[in-house]
Structures are given as C-alpha cells and as structure tokens.
Nanobody, 114 residues
Framework: QVGLVESGGGLARIGGSLRLSCTAS????????VAWYRQAPGKEREFVAS??????TNYADSVKDRFTMSKNIAQTAYLQMNNLQPEDTAVYYC?????????WGQGTQVTVAS
C-alpha cells in the first residue's frame, strides 16, 4: 500500500501564494503520473495539474500560468500556487498512479480570502 501525504495548505490572501507538497511513502519516480485535484464545497472534484515520470506537465485552464507543478529527486511532488483567487478555495488532493492503480492522499485545505 502506498501512502500520500499532502501539506502546505492554509489561508492565503487574494493574489498571494502557497506551495503544496505531496510526500509519498516511496520514491516519487515510482509513479507513472502524479496529479493534483481539488474539491470546492458543493462541487465535484476537479483536475488541477499533473506530471508524468518523465516530467511532462499538464494544467487545467483555470490555473494555467498561475500554478506550477514540480518534484524533487526523492519522494515529494509540489504545487506552487501564485496569484491565488477566491475560486481557488478548495481541498487539494494528491493522486499518484503506479501502472493502472491510483492512490489518493487525505487532502489539504486551501482558503483564499481578502
């Protein structure tokens, strides 16, 4: 069983920044894809960003040019979030795939307010 733990959430002001971390119980390079999703109150969970093992990234249109995904050489993937807006308020989840098996983290709350 693979464990994923998100951290770095919190309260940010409009226009501010936060960096989320997703730390895996194994090397981050063991995953075919690592992705971030988010779920706002009363809404369905939605895709935010992803990165393949080779480093190719993909972003939702709503966060393109504001959010950047990266990973270190050990066990952690990051989501740098800049110019945060109230609509970015959500619980952010890390998801990682080993082959066709996907794992979820427990989520971290991000709240953006004036």
């Amino acid at each position: 069983q693979v464990g994923l733990v998100e951290s770095g959430g919190g309260l940010a002001r409009i226009g501010g920044s936060l960096r989320l971390s997703c730390t895996a119980s194994t090397s981050i390079f063991n995953f075919k894809v690592v992705a971030w999703y988010r779920q706002a109150p009363g809404k369905e969970r939605e895709f935010v960003a992803s990165m393949t093992a080779g480093g190719t990234t993909n972003y939702a249109d709503s966060v393109k040019d504001r959010f950047t995904m990266s990973k270190n050489i050990a066990q952690t993937a990051y989501l740098q979030m800049n110019n945060l807006q109230p609509e970015d308020t959500a619980v952010y989840y890390c998801r990682a795939f080993q082959g066709t098996v996907g794992y979820w983290g427990q989520g971290t709350q991000v709240t953006v307010a004036s």
